[in-house]
């Protein structure tokens, strides 16, 4: 098991959350908010109303979860790729490099098996964003004091599931995302590296980085829309009886285009986050396995 792409994964989610959670704000508000026609809308609503702080309500929540899932995502993805580059080895008596078929199923392994420790945190950043909106400036006591509140009260008002409300989609949006997300970047490494160069050039991972993490998000944009306003559908009048009534009343009311609903914010926002994530990851795992 390699430890050090479990450390590196959490050291590199817990940054890329800290570059793009006022992006990440915004995004989830145009996402399940009608009255925010556009980002730059809701940006400035956000600033004239709620100042700076109102770009990073829920966030502490978040970099503790996120290190956590991200050292899972990543830990699983790299575990997963050797066990398959062993079988592959194994069956056919020849040491060969993993297929791109092989980061893929690493990739999909990893996004899906994080859903369990993402899910709960997701779903108090959701709320944790959006009740100001849904509340008023004006509400005499924000519902939510804080995020450990937060997922006390939603356990306590909707049960021990609730904090998974949105699970299914989480994992449709996250398995098939880093799927992509891993293939992407491995790819574009070995196409700008030198033959036989096991670690590419730091330029190339920047780039990289930035570039499979839009594709990523392009992939999952529709997914992470339904998944964010079933989050949000039990603070205040419940609206969907479940995932497919969520995708058919969204669709039905809204028109398709509905399900990229900030598809183009994900793809600005992801290029910082995912060059600082792989840039940080690629750090650790150096300092940690400087022979590899």
């Known amino acids: ?16 959350v800290a570059v793009g959670y006022p992006l990440d704000t915004v995004k989830v508000r145009i996402q399940t908010q009608r009255r925010f026609t556009g980002v730059w809308q809701c940006i400035h609503t956000t600033w004239k109303t709620e100042g700076v702080n109102g770009f990073y309500r829920g966030m502490s929540m978040p970099v503790t979860t996120v290190s956590i899932s991200s050292s899972v995502v990543f830990g699983v993805y790299r575990n997963v790729l050797q066990c398959l580059h062993q079988l592959r ?3 056919t008596g020849l040491d060969f490099l993993p297929a791109k078929v092989d980061f893929f199923l690493s990739g999909l392994s990893g996004g ?45 008002e909707e049960g021990f ?23 992407i970047y491995h790819v574009i490494c070995e196409q700008l590296s030198p033959p036989g160069k096991t670690q590419p050039e730091w330029n190339v991972v920047l780039l990289a980085g930035g570039l499979s993490g839009m594709c990523g998000w392009c992939i999952g944009t529709p997914m992470d829309v339904i998944k964010s306003r079933l989050q949000v559908d039990g603070m205040g009048k419940r609206r969907y009886t479940g ?21 183009g914010l994900n793809c600005i926002r992801a290029f910082p986050v995912n060059m600082s994530v792989f840039a940080m990851y690629e750090v650790v795992v150096r300092l940690l396995r400087p022979k590899t």
């Open 161 to 183: 599931l609730g904090l998974y409300k949105g699970a299914g989609a989480l994992a449709l949006r996250d398995g098939p995302s880093f799927a992509t997300y891993f293939t």
């Open 1 to 16: 098991m390699h430890l050090a792409d479990f450390v590196a994964g959490s050291v590199g989610g817990a940054f890329g």
């Open 243 to 263: 995932f497919f009534h969520c995708i058919a009343q969204s669709i039905r009311t809204e028109g398709p285009g509905v399900l990229f609903k900030g598809l």
């Open 112 to 156: 899906i098996a994080q859903v369990s420790v993402m899910a709960p945190a997701d779903i108090v950043k959701v709320r944790m964003q959006c009740q100001m909106v849904h509340q008023g400036l004006n509400a005499q006591q924000p519902k939510y004091r804080g995020p450990m509140h937060c997922l006390l009260t939603i356990a306590r």
């Open 89 to 91: 080895s194994t069956s």
